[in-house]
């Protein structure tokens, strides 16, 4: 995980080595998550493409 600052901003990016094709809107703990982000005035974005990642 990473932490650091923008302006007033706090930006965290968490990596995950799964196997990819995670979706917020399938009803998932990431959609709660959304939920409580978006509570704060803040924003997930999720990229999992489905298969992972080459490397």
Do not use: F, H, Y
């Amino acid at each position: 995980m990473e932490v650091w600052r923008v302006d007033d901003r706090l930006m965290l990016q968490v990596v995950d080595d799964g196997v990819g094709g995670a979706d917020v809107t399938a009803g998932s703990g990431l959609a709660g998550l959304a939920e409580r982000i978006d509570a704060v005035d803040g924003i997930l974005v999720v990229d999992s493409p489905a298969g992972g990642r080459p490397g």
